[in-house]
C-alpha cells in the first residue's frame, strides 16, 4: 500500500492529498488480516483441483476479455483524449488518489469475503462461541468498508479534476452517482479480475507441468463455450458503444465545468463517427444477414428494457413488461424470417434461454391489476406464441 502522505500539486497549485482518514483505516484493515490469516490457518478448507486444463484456460480468456472491458472503459471515463494535454495532470492527480482507494477497496473486499465465505463453510462444525468470535471479525471488516465508501464519496469521480468537483454542490455530486447501492470503484475491480487472471494463469501453469508461464500462453488457441446466449457481433459492439457514448454525453452536459463544451464536442464527434460506421455497415446487408441484424438489435433493446424493469413500479411497471414481451415475440417473427432464407441457421431463442424470468413476466402482468381487457388477450396471444414455438435455444 502506497503511503498516505501522497501529495499531488495540481494546475491550480493545489495540493490533492487522500482523505484523512486513510491512514487509520489503512493501518486497521492490516491489523485486521493478520486476524483474517490466523483464521484461515486455523479452518483450512480443501481447495478443489477438479478443473481441467481447458477449463482453466477458457475462464482465463474470459477473464483477460473481461480486464479488456474494464481498462477500456477506464479510459473512456478518464477521457484524456477529450482533453487539451495541459489539463492532463489535474486528472491525473486524481486518478492517483482513487487508485490507492481502489487499492484500499479491494483489500478490504478480499478480507470481507473470506471471513464471509470461512463462516459459511464452518457454520454448522464449530461451537456457537467460534462462529461469534468470527461474525465480530466480520462485522470489524464491514464497517472498514463503510468507512472507505464514505471517503470514495469525498473524492473526484475519474474524468474530474478537483477543481470541477469542488464547483458542484453536494446534490450534483450525488447526482453523478447511479441510483441504488454503490458498487465496486473500478480501480478496485481492476485490480480483482488482474489478480484473478493471475492466479488463473498460475494453476494453467500447474496443470501443464510448467509448460504455461504467461496470460499469452493461457489464451493462445482458446476459444470460449458456444453454449447459452449468443455472441455479440462486432457492429453489435459498436450499437453498445454508442449508447454508452450518449449516455456519457447527458451526464457531461449536466455535470458544470470549464471543460464542458470541449467534452461535450469530442463525444457529439466520436457518436456521430460510430453511427456512420454502423449505418455503413447496415447499409451492405441483404436477405437472412438483413433479419439477423435485425434480431440482434431486438435484443439489445430486450437488455435494456430488463433492466428498465427492475427499478419501476405501477403502470410504468406494466408498460415496460408488455413491452419485454412484445419484443420476444417481436423476435420470433424474425427467427421465421432468418429461418425461410438460411433453413440450416442455428439461432438462440430468447424466452428458451430463460423461461422462467418470461413465466414470471407474464404472471405478474396478469396480476398487477393495470391492464386492459384487450392488454390481456394480447397477453394470452403472446404466451400462447412462446409456448408453442417449436425452437430450442439453439445459436445460429
Same mark, same amino acid.
Given at each position: 500500500m502506497k503511503s498516505a502522505s501522497n501529495m499531488k500539486k495540481t494546475e491550480s497549485n493545489q495540493t490533492l492529498t487522500l482523505p484523512k482518514e486513510f491512514a487509520a483505516v489503512?493501518?486497521?484493515?492490516?491489523?485486521?488480516?493478520?486476524?483474517?490469516?490466523?483464521?484461515?490457518?486455523?479452518?483450512?478448507?480443501?481447495?478443489?483441483?477438479?478443473?481441467?486444463?481447458?477449463?482453466?484456460?477458457?475462464?482465463?480468456?474470459?477473464?483477460?476479455?473481461?480486464?479488456?472491458?474494464?481498462?477500456?472503459?477506464?479510459?473512456?471515463?478518464?477521457?484524456?483524449?477529450?482533453?487539451?494535454p495541459s489539463e492532463h495532470p489535474a486528472l491525473e492527480a486524481v486518478t492517483e488518489i482513487r487508485n490507492q482507494l481502489g487499492e484500499l477497496y479491494f483489500t478490504y473486499k478480499m478480507r470481507y469475503e473470506a471471513v464471509r465465505d470461512?463462516?459459511?463453510?464452518?457454520?454448522?462444525?464449530?461451537?456457537?462461541?467460534?462462529?461469534?468470535?468470527?461474525?465480530?471479525?466480520?462485522?470489524?471488516?464491514k464497517q472498514e468498508g463503510v468507512t472507505i465508501q464514505e471517503m470514495l464519496n469525498t473524492v473526484p469521480e475519474l474524468g474530474m479534476t478537483q477543481a470541477e468537483w469542488?464547483?458542484?454542490?453536494?446534490?450534483?455530486?450525488?447526482?453523478?452517482?447511479?441510483?441504488?447501492?454503490?458498487?465496486?470503484?473500478?480501480?478496485?475491480?481492476?485490480l480483482r479480475t488482474e489478480r484473478h487472471l493471475l492466479d488463473l494463469v498460475a494453476t494453467a501453469n500447474m496443470l501443464s507441468k510448467g509448460e504455461i508461464r504467461t496470460v499469452e500462453q493461457a489464451i493462445k488457441g482458446t476459444e470460449l463455450s458456444r453454449r447459452g446466449r449468443p455472441e455479440v457481433s462486432t457492429v453489435g459492439k459498436m450499437d453498445r458503444k454508442l449508447v454508452n457514448l450518449k449516455k456519457k454525453l447527458e451526464l457531461t452536459a449536466r455535470t458544470p465545468s470549464k471543460m464542458q463544451e470541449l467534452k461535450i464536442a469530442r463525444l457529439q464527434a466520436q457518436i456521430e463517427d460510430v453511427q456512420l460506421e454502423i449505418e455503413?455497415?447496415?447499409?451492405?446487408? *441483404?436477405?437472412?444477414? !438483413?433479419?439477423?441484424? &435485425? %434480431? #440482434?438489435?431486438?435484443?439489445a433493446r430486450h437488455r435494456d428494457l430488463a433492466v428498465a424493469e427492475v427499478t419501476s413500479t405501477d403502470r410504468e411497471q406494466a408498460s415496460l413488461l408488455m413491452a419485454i414481451m412484445r419484443n420476444e415475440t417481436e423476435q420470433l417473427e424474425v427467427i421465421d424470417k432468418i429461418r425461410e432464407l438460411e433453413p440450416d441457421a442455428r439461432i438462440t431463442v430468447t424466452h428458451k434461454v430463460n423461461p422462467a424470468q418470461?413465466?414470471?413476466?407474464?404472471?405478474?402482468?396478469? *396480476?398487477?391489476?393495470? !391492464?386492459?381487457?384487450? &392488454? %390481456? #388477450?394480447?397477453?394470452?396471444?403472446?404466451?400462447?406464441?412462446l409456448t408453442n414455438y417449436k425452437f430450442s435455444r439453439n445459436r445460429y
Open positions: 489503512n493501518q486497521r484493515l492490516a491489523t485486521l488480516g493478520d486476524a483474517v490469516d490466523q483464521m484461515l490457518s486455523t479452518f483450512q478448507r480443501s481447495v478443489s483441483t477438479a478443473s481441467s486444463l481447458d477449463d482453466v484456460r477458457r475462464e482465463a480468456l474470459k477473464t483477460h476479455l473481461e480486464l479488456q472491458g474494464l481498462r477500456e472503459e477506464y479510459d473512456n471515463t478518464l477521457g484524456l483524449e477529450m482533453v487539451e470461512t463462516i459459511k463453510a464452518v457454520k454448522a462444525k464449530v461451537a456457537p462461541d467460534v462462529i461469534e468470535g468470527l461474525m465480530n471479525l466480520h462485522n470489524l471488516i469542488d464547483s458542484l454542490d453536494n446534490d450534483q455530486r450525488r447526482g453523478l452517482r447511479k441510483p441504488g447501492r454503490s458498487k465496486a470503484p473500478i480501480e478496485a475491480m481492476l455503413a455497415h447496415d447499409a451492405n446487408l *441483404t436477405g437472412a444477414a !438483413l433479419h439477423k441484424r &435485425e %434480431l #440482434e438489435k431486438l435484443r418470461t413465466m414470471d413476466r407474464i404472471k405478474r402482468l396478469r *396480476t398487477n391489476g393495470r !391492464l386492459k381487457e384487450k &392488454e %390481456l #388477450e394480447e397477453v394470452d396471444r403472446m404466451e400462447k406464441a
